[in-house]
């Protein structure tokens, strides 16, 4: 994809605070998103995803937000822990699945 | 429960040298599946995809290819690696459909001397 060759963003919280990571999707017909979690030395795993008919949709600590108008979509990580910390990667379902650059998400204890 | 492996987990190899990493699949028939390199701190780049036995799309010209001898099993192979080859390289399986969840196995680190 497009965002292979970019260096990721890091976002830096403390630990106990709330995190949120951006996404912005290119594919207005994409109707499926998943959240990916990649931890280091360790292939990407599932945490979350949503449909677009849909909103918002929760997990345990994790929120994912989708605004179609503006092809955004946000996890949030609420008392974000230490084991929180990895890259974290969206990905759209239009023909195929296709992942964003990636968000690295370090925690400060 | 389906789990999905790759071997080897690490491999140091010389310039010019063949190259075979191998994915399997368990608990799942038919499914889509999927080869990804990741260069460090980037993201995920789509090498090949195949959605059956013998069946491989091949998303980046390079001089790797795939091959899915059976149902669960894919291949990576390289003639004569160079040294861009080195990264992490990620299998990944879905259902047949292709638009849904991809499952991720643990990667192949790749080091080219």
């Known amino acids: 994809g497009e965002s292979v060759g970019l260096h990721l963003p890091t976002l830096s919280v403390q630990e106990g605070d709330n995190s949120i990571i951006n996404c912005a999707y290119s594919?207005?017909?994409?109707?499926?998103f998943i959240w990916y979690k990649q931890e280091s030395g360790k292939g990407p795993q599932f945490i979350i995803d949503?449909?677009?008919?849909?909103d918002k949709r929760q997990g345990q600590r994790v929120t994912v937000l989708l605004n179609k108008t503006v092809k955004h979509l946000s996890l949030q990580i609420a008392a974000t822990q230490p084991g929180d910390s990895a890259v974290y990667f969206c990905?759209?379902?239009?023909?195929?699945?296709?992942f964003g650059g990636g968000t690295r998400l370090m925690v400060k204890p | 429960s389906q789990t999905i492996h790759q071997w080897p987990a690490t491999l140091v190899q010389p310039v010019g040298s063949p190259l075979s990493l191998e994915c399997t699949v368990e608990?799942?028939?038919?499914?889509?599946l999927y080869w990804y390199r990741q260069a460090a701190g980037r993201g995920l780049q789509l090498l090949f995809y195949?959605?059956?036995?013998?069946?491989i799309s091949s998303e980046v010209p390079q001089n790797l290819s795939a091959s899915r001898p059976q149902d669960r099993q894919f291949i990576l192979s390289s003639k004569k690696l160079l040294l861009s080859d080195s990264g992490f390289y990620l299998c990944?399986?879905?259902?047949?459909?292709?638009?849904?969840?991809?499952?991720f196995g643990p990667g192949t680190r790749l080091l080219v001397l």
């Open positions: 594919n207005s017909a994409s109707d499926y």
């Open positions: 608990g799942t028939s038919n499914p889509n």
């Open positions: 195949s959605v059956g036995i013998g069946q």
């Open positions: 949503i449909r677009s008919n849909m």
């Open positions: 990905a759209e379902a239009g023909n195929m699945l296709t």
């Open positions: 990944a399986w879905s259902t047949t459909s292709g638009k849904e969840t991809q499952y």
